[in-house]
């Protein structure tokens, strides 16, 4: 069994130990939420963070950062989108990929627009939005010819 949960709020965790945390993640494909909120966490643990997340963790769900006031608002606001949009399916991104051999894997690419449809359905505007720069081939290429 892996660990799913770790909550570390409230532990005066200081940004190197938040950042060897975040660097962790970018192997960890177990862990489903952090809770790292109420500590002393600074630029180096919001570096490390957005670098796991944009990189390598697409598993990541669910993201506690409030009450670190040496983090910058921006980039908790990024590094909790990148969680939002890993809760939204975005390890179907990197699991699809055209070059992906895998014979495991699902093709949400067929020719009847695949599974993207059924994905994208019940998703808020911000994520498809995320979904559509991240993979811009979900859009047809004939899309303005949509009649």
Not at 27 to 55: D, I
Request: glycine share 8%; net charge neutral; with cysteine.
């Amino acid at each position: 069994q892996r660990l799913q949960v770790l909550q570390l709020n409230s532990n005066q965790i200081h940004d190197k130990g938040g950042g060897a945390i975040a660097v962790a993640l970018k192997e960890n494909t177990s862990l489903r939420t952090l809770g790292m909120a109420r500590n002393r966490l600074g630029m180096n643990t919001a570096v490390a963070l957005l670098s796991a997340l944009r990189e390598k963790n697409v598993t990541l769900t669910r993201l506690m950062l409030c009450e670190n006031p040496d983090m910058p608002d921006t980039m908790v606001r990024t590094c909790l989108y990148l969680v939002q949009a890993n809760a939204s399916g975005r390890y179907l991104l990197r699991n699809n990929d055209e070059n992906n051999t895998d014979s495991g894997t699902v093709n949400m690419n067929n020719d009847k627009g695949g599974l993207w449809p059924l994905v994208l359905e019940g998703l808020e505007p911000s994520m498809i939005f995320f979904f559509l720069v991240e993979k811009p081939s979900l859009v047809p290429s004939n899309a303005g010819d949509i009649r």
